[in-house]
């Protein structure tokens, strides 16, 4: 593993064996996350972008088996840690956010209790310090009165100061991988913009690597340096953040790009579904995930899947179009992409 990554991430499998039969969540993806670096996880509800952050920090049920070659964070192998080593792992060096911060806080506990909490199991602090230091958190992550607010139960915070306070709590041990998982889906667009803000800021102040799981691409282009879009448990294109937006390799992306910049108005960074749906993983294609929806789809595409074709240091999709014999067919996507 590269001294330079945090999170290194080598063909991880996760498959749920249901009544009904395996699913194949996700089949075979790698990737990394540098220290202090801002990712993000990109693509449809149901492409396998949440089940590959919580395989990574064992979290699903006992009906999932998750596999992988490696799953290196910050030196350790995850794959090799007991129950107990990993949950000391969560909470300390990898904080995580949910999309909708009510199910994550405890409604019994007082929002101070559930900032200290970790304080007092991790960072072994005692009431007093652990108190003081959850107060400075509250205060940074922008709530006022953050000392009488300390007493408050999460009903009696807003949606947006929820996931402040879980941001707070997140980030109050100090780890070096932050997790978000659709952080801002369940918020208005202007609360949406200041969480996303508040997020930058704690990674700027704190050098916390984060990893931003979404369906929303306008979140993606204010915040992430590079960019994972996946798809039908695959990954389709790792690149820059600009290689994403204007050099798009795969016409997955490139549908989404299209669809965001067709909406317009309101509608503006959210994902307008490609025609079609995606692949059923219970029984996946064999192929390249995307033929069903591709117009570019060519008879070997049903047939095999694409491996990943890099066309510079940091940026890769998987899709026959960048066969050497397909060059033709790849100036198609330039002429009708963005
Ligand atoms: Fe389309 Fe084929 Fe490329 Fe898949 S491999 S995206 S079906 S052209």
Not at 294 to 317: G, K, L
Request: proline letters at 5%; one cysteine or more.
């Amino acid at each position: 593993m590269s001294d330079e990554q945090l999170l290194d991430v080598k063909n991880l499998r996760t498959s749920f064996l249901t009544s009904g039969g395996v699913v194949s969540a996700v089949r075979g993806i790698s990737f990394s996350v540098g220290h202090g670096e801002f990712i993000g996880i990109v693509g449809e509800s149901g492409c396998g972008k949440s089940v590959t952050m919580l395989s990574i920090m064992r979290l699903l049920a006992g009906n999932a088996s998750v596999k992988a070659d490696s799953l290196f964070f910050d030196g350790r192998d995850l794959l090799k840690l007991s129950s107990k080593e990993i949950r000391k792992i969560h909470g300390s060096d990898i904080g995580m956010i949910f999309q909708d911060p009510m199910t994550s806080l405890d409604p019994l506990y007082t929002i101070g209790d559930q900032i200290m909490e970790p304080l007092k199991i991790h960072k072994k602090m005692t009431r007093r310090e652990a108190r003081r230091k959850a107060a400075e958190m509250l205060d940074m992550v922008g709530i006022s009165s953050p000392g009488q607010r300390l007493d408050q139960y999460p009903h009696e915070f807003s949606g947006g100061m929820r996931q402040r306070a879980m941001i707070a709590i997140a980030m109050c041990c100090d780890p070096k991988l932050l997790i978000a998982d659709e952080p801002t889906t369940a918020l208005d667009v202007t609360i949406q913009a200041q969480i996303l803000e508040l997020m930058m800021e704690m990674k700027k102040k704190f050098s916390t690597a984060t990893a931003l799981i979404t369906h929303d691409l306008g979140v993606i282009a204010s915040s992430c340096s590079r960019v994972v879009v996946m798809y039908g448990g695959l990954i389709m294109e790792i690149g820059l953040s600009e290689d994403i937006f204007y050099r798009p390799l795969h016409p997955y992306t490139n549908g989404l790009l299209n669809s965001i910049t067709r909406a317009g108005g309101k509608e503006r960074g959210k994902l307008i579904p490609i025609p079609g749906s995606p692949p059923d993983l219970m029984n996946p294609p064999v192929g390249c995930p995307f033929t069903a929806r591709c117009e570019y789809a060519m008879r070997i595409c049903a047939e095999a899947r694409p491996s990943s074709t890099y066309v510079s240091e940091n940026h890769s999709a998987a899709c026959w179009l960048l066969h050497a014999k397909a060059s033709g067919m790849r100036s198609g996507i330039a002429r009708h992409g963005r």
